[in-house]
């Protein structure tokens, strides 16, 4: 069941309580930066989170970050009316319930730990020793961002071989290559939410491959018939979500200012 963003902001405030709201992190609550960790969420988006929070079933975030960053990077922790946010790391092999303030998270695949060790070298050899890695515990980010157009596209190919060779899959975003181990995506941990609160309403916003997910998961809720509205936080580095979107917003100010505007509709 979707339809047009005002006929899903109706809905969403004739029930609120029913309503799931999630998103993404970099890209979509925060500018994507050189520096991931400077990715500070954008502080409207967040106060409009806080003033959703207590009206709105549940709050999300489902991110590829690891969980702990992205509490930190959002200011989540302690902020009123966030008690009950719900923060998934790692696509969602990392979780956070605010109401208890516990962490959880597994420890690291050997073979994660294996190439973080060789990626340097396995750089160099290949004239990319210029690539920054992220160690994330349970992944290995590849960053090119400010380096030669093109050289993410070289990569591709030999870093899909590599992963496969240790039993990892790879990852595309913005200008980033992550290898990670298989077994969990941002459209698995959405359902469960969902499916966990008896969602009859979910929101889903995100700006990256990573999202295609999520976006798969409220397309077979509508199919079951929850309602559910789509919206990608739109960037000229990737538009993979636009087709897709019910909603399409000019980035994390546009997302901000949606947040806000849907605050004040509810009397939030």
């Known amino acids: 069941m979707s339809g047009s963003p005002a006929a899903a902001r109706s809905a969403v405030v004739a029930d609120p309580s029913g309503t799931l709201l999630a998103l993404d992190f970099d890209g979509t609550l925060a500018h994507v930066v050189d520096d991931p960790e400077l990715a500070f969420a954008h502080t409207h988006a967040v106060d409009a ?138 459209g698995q941990v959405l359902q469960e939410v969902a499916d966990a609160m008896s969602a009859r309403y979910v929101i889903f916003a995100g700006d990256d491959l990573g999202d295609l997910p999520a976006f798969d998961a409220v397309d077979r809720m509508r199919a079951d018939g929850r309602g559910g509205l789509l919206i990608a936080s739109a960037s000229a580095e990737q538009d993979a979500l636009v087709a897709r979107a019910d909603l399409v917003l000019d980035g994390p100010d546009a997302v901000a200012a949606w947040l806000g505007s849907l605050a004040d509709d509810l009397g939030a």
Not at 58 to 68: D, E, N
């Open 49 to 186: 989170l806080a003033r959703l929070g207590s009206t709105l079933g549940r709050i999300a975030v489902i991110t590829g970050r690891p969980v702990r960053q992205a509490i930190e990077l959002g200011g989540f922790a302690g902020r009123p009316g966030l008690e009950r946010m719900l923060v998934c790391g790692q696509y969602g092999a990392e979780r956070w319930e605010a109401e208890t303030g516990e962490v959880e998270v597994p420890d690291p695949p050997p073979a994660v730990r294996e190439v973080v060790a060789l990626l340097p070298g396995w750089l160099a050899e290949r004239g990319a020793g210029e690539v920054r890695l992220e160690d994330k515990g349970l992944a290995v980010v590849l960053h090119t961002r400010g380096l030669e157009p093109g050289l993410i596209d070289e990569l591709t190919e030999p870093l899909t071989a590599l992963a496969g060779e240790h039993g990892l899959t790879v990852e595309p975003g913005r200008q980033v290559l992550e290898l990670r181990a298989p077994g969990h995506d941002k």
